[in-house]
DNA sequence: GTGAAAGCGCTAACAT
DNA sequence: ATGTTAGCGCTTTCAC
């Protein structure tokens, strides 16, 4: 009959007839234990079925056991874009091969005053991810204070941080996006930017204007949205109203894309017959929109686990370079 | 100059003149405090910024301070299906007020051997809040046996598991859905259905099929789906092939939904014009789809919220009796 | 009502 | 290479 409570490290030395400090050591791949020893104790262990822990593992070493992504947007926002969601995905395999935890930090900035600052600082981590980094947002500046091993998932706004980062590259995925606009035939072509406090955005609005101001176009198009479906709406009625004569449209991501088309089709346009739209992140309001989008590539899920590996590298003392990620158009019926 | 480690109680209970153990009272409520007693460690809590170490006190409690959410589907779905959005706003909401942390816990029963029940089993929460049961899932045997204060959101399948729930009343739902497309005219209505071994697939089938025949219509229209939108595409591809008069259609889920509406779209078919399609959850599939869906409510960020007040309760060791909620039809442009 | 002391399960010096 | 020992920060008897 199996003791009630879980078995302890103690039992496992027991049975395997060694101290508590060998068979610590066996299950933390200490080098220097005889082979034998190594062999009793892992028995042990499979016998007993032992699980370390966590909680008296985390009191002694004073580390967490858990990483926390960090993303300062209301919870509406991250249980609602389909980037977050990617995004949860690939932290979530990346971390499946490893004992650490994932936590979700997330809420405006000034929601619960400074709860995030409080969590990062009271060392309930060993790392953080940030995501979704605006210009405001003093993160960068408690991460260094605090020491806290972490890398940007998205550069971020001001590279003062020095912090590392994995990005994916926004300037050429635009000048894409707007190339492929500009090969179609248009010539009246608007934008319909992320928000300007964010690399994404300005990245995005970037690569626009490059392409466009190469093919000789006009660049006055320009309505800023801030990555939601109702600011998509508002930002194209505007552009719309500025320029009935509208035959292209990038929008810099697929939900505000999605609500664009619609404003379109309420207006009488039809998409891409009069108005071509190409949007940006090709992820599941692309294919489930119809039209299907034309969209740019935003490997979201790809990037979260790249940030991963390089935390790991960080929480080992390495040091590591930004990586930024290439990437393509994907054509479809909007455009 | 603060101290460069976190504040222990230690430090609580000298500046405030106490023990330890007085200061550990006044933090965990103990009413057997004097005033003056209690109003000094306060004091000194605030002053030093005092938070309590969560793996000193797991440790020494053995509870966990968490509850897991267990869903028995793969990442893939958990993070791409706005359902499951939704559920985690819900619980990750009521759970801001408690200082209890949420642990995400999925993957299919085969996925990884037994990890889940082994998790479950492990004591590593204090409680489990299981979404989209299946019949197969032996869940709530294990729940049983742990011991393990639970509750389920979307009854379990079969109730022998006694334990509680919280559910909305997906029959009357799917009524609802039904009855709607029979007063707009239908007579030749199909069904897509959820996965017959959960009990929210099996309710809504029956729903519809209860509407059908109150109102003399033949209920041989069934084409069973799973949920996600592949599974509606070809369910709906079988229901156009055997009934080409299709003329309504009540599809289980809003993901699915949408697949019908583009395969519908791809016969030739407009929608509501020649097909009305009803859906199910009103989620965020509904309102970006093109015609904007009609609709049954799932208000699933309430259930989630309710079960997690259920499980609080239970883990109160409280005696709680399910709770079903009741739900209504949004009619937008799809029928 | 309060303090002293034991101990939760583990790791990490420090011996040997 | 291995055992002994001392805590990590907290709650909880058990005395007083």
Redesign the interface.
């Known amino acids: 009959m199996r003791a009630r409570t879980?078995p302890t490290l103690e039992d496992v030395a027991r049975q395997a007839g060694v101290s508590r400090a060998t068979a610590s050591r066996v299950i933390n791949a200490d080098p220097r234990v005889r082979e034998a020893a190594r062999v009793a104790v892992s028995a042990a262990v499979a016998d007993l079925g032992y699980?370390p822990?966590?909680?008296?593992r985390?009191?002694v070493t004073q580390a967490a056991d858990s990483i926390a992504v960090v993303v300062p947007e209301s919870?509406?926002r991250v249980?609602?874009d389909?980037f977050f969601?990617?995004l949860?995905?690939g932290v979530?395999?990346a971390l499946a091969t490893t004992p650490l935890?994932?936590?979700?930090v997330m809420g405006k900035p000034d929601d619960d005053d400074r709860r995030m600052e409080r969590y990062l600082r009271?060392?309930?981590t060993d790392g953080a991810i940030v995501v979704s980094h605006h210009q405001d947002d003093n993160l960068w500046r408690v991460l260094a204070e605090t020491k806290l091993p972490s890398v940007f998932l998205g550069r971020p706004y001001a590279d003062a941080s020095r912090l590392p980062y994995v990005d994916v590259d926004n300037t050429t995925g635009a000048e894409l996006a707007a190339q492929h606009l500009i090969e179609r035939g248009c010539r009246r072509i608007g934008t319909v930017t992320g928000p300007q406090d964010m690399s994404a955005g300005r990245d995005r609005l970037r690569g626009w204007t490059n392409a466009l101001v190469a093919a000789g176009l006009s660049v006055d198009l320009v309505e800023s949205g801030d990555f939601t479906?109702a600011g998509g709406a508002v930002a194209t009625r505007h552009l719309l109203e500025r320029a009935p004569d509208l035959d292209g449209l990038f929008v810099a991501s697929d939900q505000m894309a999605?609500a664009s088309?619609?404003e379109l089709?309420q207006s009488g346009r039809s998409v891409p017959g009069d108005v071509a739209v190409v949007g940006y992140d090709d992820n599941?309001?692309a294919t489930?929109?119809?039209p299907t989008l034309t969209t740019v590539v935003n490997p979201i899920s790809e990037m979260a686990s790249r940030a991963v590996d390089l935390l790991l590298r960080v929480m080992d003392g390495q040091d590591v370079e930004p990586e930024v990620l290439s990437t393509h158009l994907v054509v479809r019926e909007s455009a």
Do not use: Y
Request: proline share 6%; hydrophobic share 40%; no cysteine.
């Open positions: 879980a699980r822990n966590r909680a008296a985390r009191l919870d509406e249980f609602t389909p969601s990617g949860l995905r979530t395999r935890q994932l936590v979700l009271g060392g309930h479906p999605v088309i619609a089709a599941t309001a489930l929109s119809r």
